[in-house]
Every structure is written in C-alpha cells, then in structure tokens.
C-alpha cells in the first residue's frame, strides 16, 4: 500500500502514534509518506519512510494562519505524485477536514484514484477542541465523510458519539508501542545521578505540560509524598505551563527535590531508573505515557479518567484515583515506593499488561487490516456507482 500519514509534529501523542505507525507500516513493506510541518520528533530515516513538509506560506496579507489549506494542498500535490492509497489523518482538528478536501479535490479528476480518507481521533481533538461549538460543525462532517475512523479508546469512541452526534462506525484501536525499545533497562548512572543527593526513591511525570494534565497536582502529591519518603521528583517534558510550576516550586520550597529536565528523547532510561509515574491528569483518552511507564515495569498513579481504566487496572496493574483527590494518590504512592514487594508486583504485571495488549506487533497488523477494510469498501462502492 502507498500511505500518506498526517500528523501533528510537536511533542505529543498523536504524533508520537502517527510515527511510530508510519515506521512499522514501513517496516512491514509498505511505502509510507509522513506529512506534517516539520520533522516529527520521534523520526528515524528507514527504508519505505520519506518525509514530506506541509506548506503554508506566511504571507503579510494574512495575520491568519493558513495552515488548513497548506496542508490540503500538501495532500493533493503528494497524493498525485505518489499515487496514494490511503491518507491518514492523524488527530481531527484540522487534518480530517484537509484529507476529506484533498479527497475531493482528486475525486473531481478522477474518482477511481483519489485515495481513501482514515481519521485517528486521539483524544483533545474531540473532548476540547473539536467539540467546541466555534469547531464542532465542521470536525462532525469531515468525521462522518471519512472513509474510515478509528478511536484510540472505547471512552473516546463514547466521547465521540455523545458530544458530536456521530452516526457511523467508529473502530477502536488502541495505541502502541515498541515493546523491543521500552523495556526495563536498569540504567544505574541516571538513576545514582539524580538520587545522589540522598534520595531514596525517584518519581517521575512526563508530559506535554498543558491544563489538562494538572502538572500542578502532581507538585501538590509530591509535596504528601515527600512527608514519609525520601524522594526526589523529576518532571520529563515542556509547554505552557512549566515555566509558573517552576516558579511555584522554588516558592514552596521543594529546593533539590524536584527538577524540571525539559523534553527527552531516550524515555527508557528515565523510566528504567524510576520507582514510580504520577499521572493526575484531568481527561486523557488513552495515556501513552502511562503504557511507556508500565513496559518498563514502573507502577503508574493516575486519575480514574478517559480511556486510563482500560489500560490501568486499579490494585493489580497500577493505581487509579478519582480526578483531584490528590489525598488518595499520595497515599498510593507512599505505598508503592515504601513496599518493594508491592512495587515489583505492580510493575511486572503493568509489564505483562503491555507486552500482551499494547505492543506494535499486536496493533499494526490491526491498522494494515482497517486499511485493506476501507480499500475494499471503496472498490465495492465503485463497482456499484460504475
Ligand atoms: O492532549 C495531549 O496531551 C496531546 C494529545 C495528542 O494528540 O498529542 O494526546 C492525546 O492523544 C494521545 C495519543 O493518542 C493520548 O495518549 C492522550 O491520552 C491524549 N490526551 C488527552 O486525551 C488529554
């Protein structure tokens, strides 16, 4: 098949998703396309991959960005060239509504070559942004007119339906990861590095730093935590509103304690040194950040949220609190970093969890079958129309 993946370049989901899929589709012996504004983070050059940049000229006539129509035409022009199959959109807002433009656009000259639309609907694309009223006519349309849609959780599959008034079939398929890269490997330097200062164990967060993960509960947890545990807490990623924690924690005294590292890109040796991750957030249609933590067997303490309860099972492959009862989440974690029996037993069966569910060898071969699915329905609907 000939595939062009549209995602999100910024550090994200999404876009981690979107590479990765576009790498192992690659892998797999497909010719993959990866379309976005700039190079995803998590790319690596392979055989089968090629980059294409979307482009949206900055004109001085527009104080707008014109960003919904550069990429619209991105897909035309490399979708023409490369004789595409299949253009998957990656997040909903705008991506679905330029594949179903681009759709169109080759429809007019030629019905039979125009490439089959697939959306990915990832979680903020529909519970914040794509459910506002100022969006929501739109992101319904182009997700009803898309060839195919998957979810990445049943929750947000829900979520779909409920707030857009989604008719059409939406097919779950669940996120993933590498299961050979996120391994447990003790990494004693990072780990001696940061427990240098006397610290007996090492929690961690890692995200996008946006409202809706409540970065600042995972300080007001921490706080609890460090009451009975001598912990340090190290906070993995960047965006909006690192840098007024950062000001807060030197304001309330957390001194050496906690450090804010900015984005990495080798995960797995934080997580490999780390006892435990602390997830407060207050929506999250999947967690892949939760999943990264459990294939390195390290216990995840989350909010009961979204999509987190099917990856997370409470008491058995990690722990889940209602949203804000930071109360209830620190004292999981107290638990957790106090009895190394219970810690090794929750994060070898998040590992299992992982390995069984959740790896890409398990997932692909899911999106390479909705693929043929939608080509399938598509000649069928030819045929018919012909
Ligand atoms: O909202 C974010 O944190 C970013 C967003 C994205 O698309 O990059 O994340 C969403 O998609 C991820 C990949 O499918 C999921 O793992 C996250 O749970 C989801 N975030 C939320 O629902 C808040």
Known sequence: MKIGMICYASVGGSGVVATELAHAMALRGHEVHLISSELPFRWRPIRGLSFERVQAPDYPLF???????????TLVRVAHERGLDILHAH?????????????????ASDPAQAPRTVTT??????TLVGSDPSYAGVVGFSIEESHGVTAVSESLRDDTVRSLGIKRDIRVIANFLDCDDFRRQPNSSIRDHWCAGGWDSLVVHISN?????????????????????????VLIGDGPDRSALE??????GFGESVEFVGEQLDLVSWLSAADLLLLPSAQESFGMAALEAM???V???????GGLPELVEDGVTGF?????DVDGMAARSVAVLTDEALRARIGQAACLRARTSFCSGVVVPRYEAYYEEVLEAGRRGLLYSG
Not at 66 to 73: K, R, S, V
Not at 247 to 252: K, Y
Not at 320 to 324: M, N, S, Y
Request: one cysteine or more.
């Open 63 to 73: 104080r707008e960005p014109q960003y919904l129509l550069g990429l619209a035409n």
């Open 91 to 107: 997040y909903a807002v705008p991506h679905a509504t330029a594949a179903y433009l681009a759709h169109q656009i080759l429809a």
């Open 121 to 126: 609907l990832h979680g903020t694309d529909i």
């Open 209 to 233: 730093f946006r409202p809706v993960k409540q970065v600042g509960q995972v300080l007001d947890i921490f706080a609890r935590i460090r009451q009975q545990v001598a912990a340090k807490l």
């Open 247 to 252: 000001h807060r924690a030197a304001a309330e």
């Open 295 to 297: 294939a390195c067997e």
């Open 299 to 305: 216990p995840v303490v989350a909010s009961r949220v």
């Open 320 to 324: 889940l609190c209602a949203p804000g």
